[in-house]
């Protein structure tokens, strides 16, 4: 297991679309807070792209995290390669950011934009 490999379901269990692969030493798992509707979610940081993903329960969301993790760890141990330490930071659309993403301080305002 030394892939993740994610895409959208067009027919449950049997067909799949737009699948992306990416190599797991890219990969870097961070926990998510629970925030409104948005529960049991975690980060998937890539080289690339960095997004959130979301399960149904918080056990769902630990058994993912920790085999993801496991895999990670395995494939690290057997092969010799090095995690990658500069991800893609992960895109927050502008209704949703209330404060610089850089400095965490600095507030939007009319006069102060984004």
């Known amino acids: 297991n030394d892939l993740l490999v994610y895409g959208n379901i067009i027919i449950n269990k049997k067909k799949y679309n737009t699948q992306h692969i990416i190599p797991l030493e890219e990969v870097k798992l961070k926990s998510l807070e629970d925030d409104g509707q948005f529960k049991n979610g975690w980060l998937i940081c890539t080289r690339g792209k960095s997004f959130a993903v979301y399960a149904a329960t918080t056990t769902e969301k630990q058994e993912w995290m920790a085999h ?14 090095k995690a990658s330490d500069w991800h893609a930071a ?3 659309p502008d209704s949703e950011a209330n404060t610089c ?3 965490k301080k600095a507030e939007f305002t009319l006069v102060n934009r984004r």
């Open 101 to 103: 993403m850089h400095c």
């Open 90 to 92: 992960v895109w927050v």
């Open 68 to 81: 993801i993790n496991k895999c990670i760890s395995d494939l690290l141990a057997k092969s010799g390669k």
